[in-house]
Nanobody, 124 residues
Framework: QVQLVESGGGLVQAGGSLRLSCAAS????????MGWFRQAPGKERGFVAA????????YYADSVKGRFTISRDNAKNTVYLQMNSLKPEDTAVYYCASSRRKYSGSDPGEYDYWGQGTQVTVSS
């Protein structure tokens, strides 16, 4: 049974930073790409960032490029999302997801396991 557990969400003022973590279990973590998605109230779930199995390739949505950084520690079976210069429009529930493949992108269909999500709220 694959489990993904996110943590690190919370309330932060605009311009602040948060680091999200996603701890994985139940499969060989280092064999699969990972991604972060987010869903704001009344909106569809959207892509944020993705990272390849080794961490050597990363991919970002234009809206977060230059502000967010995705990384992974395969020894700890954990993927991270460092979020800097946060804006109110970044407010959402953030989900991590495990890809079916070594390299993953922005299509939710590429991912077969999802976490429960962690709330990020950015106040103005």
């Amino acid at each position: 049974q694959v489990q993904l557990v996110e943590s690190g969400g919370g309330l932060v003022q605009a311009g602040g930073s948060l680091r999200l973590s996603c701890a994985a279990s139940g499969r060989t973590f280092s064999s699969y790409g990972m991604g972060w998605f987010r869903q704001a109230p009344g909106k569809e779930r959207g892509f944020v960032a993705a990272i390849s199995w080794s961490g050597g390739t990363t991919y970002y949505a234009d809206s977060v490029k230059g502000r967010f950084t995705i990384s992974r520690d395969n020894a700890k079976n954990t993927v991270y999302l460092q979020m800097n210069s946060l804006k109110p429009e970044d407010t959402a529930v953030y989900y991590c997801a495990s890809s079916r493949r070594k390299y993953s992108g922005s299509d939710p269909g590429e991912y077969d396991y999802w976490g429960q999500g962690t709330q990020v709220t950015v106040s103005s």
